[in-house]
């Protein structure tokens, strides 16, 4: 029986496919094997290439990030923090109810609360530049949004409809501090 040459590594493809294995599964619920027979290579050179999983894992939250949890970055550039907060949660929406229910960033692994941390206080910062908002801690702002995207997450993976999640992110908007609008 004559055996194949192994297919090429890329590595792009190997963090493409964790991205996506993580996202579906989380940190706990992906091995090394996984990701291999996924992406169709071997281990050694996935060892080679990334050193661990915890390693492969932060390239594929990147990977995330600037993919489809790309939406913090393009929320962070809207004009008012109201609509800051709605790109945020509405983006959160259509990320977490894709072909792949939940949120990459909602779980436990390495980084993980590290990162979480990062993007409240991303948002909090953006919130006490904005002079629209007075009277408001930014920082609880920050986490109120943050804590409503993360519960949109966890509603997708529980099977929540796109619809029912971008309603859940307008009620949510309803409490926005002053004036609704």
Sequence with gaps: MTVGRPREFDPD???????????????DGVSISDVTAAA????????????????LFERAMRRYLAGPGGYLHEALARPTAREVSEAMMHG????????????LTV????????????TVHQLAARFEAAPELTGVDPLLLARWVAAVCQGIAIQARSGASRAD?????????VGWPGDAG
Excluded: Q
Excluded at 40 to 55: A, C, P, T
Excluded at 107 to 118: H, Q, S, V
Excluded at 165 to 173: G, N
């Design 107 to 118: 779980g436990e692994a390495p980084g993980l609360p590290e990162m979480r941390d990062a």
């Design 13 to 27: 493809e190997v963090e493409d496919a964790a991205m996506k294995l993580f996202w579906e599964r989380g940190f």
């Design 40 to 55: 169709g290579v071997n281990r050694r050179s996935v060892y080679d290439e990334f050193g661990s999983k915890e390693n």
């Design 92 to 103: 959160a929406a259509d990320t977490v109810s894709g072909e792949i229910r939940g949120c």
């Design 165 to 173: 999640l971008h309603a859940v992110a307008d009620m949510a908007l």
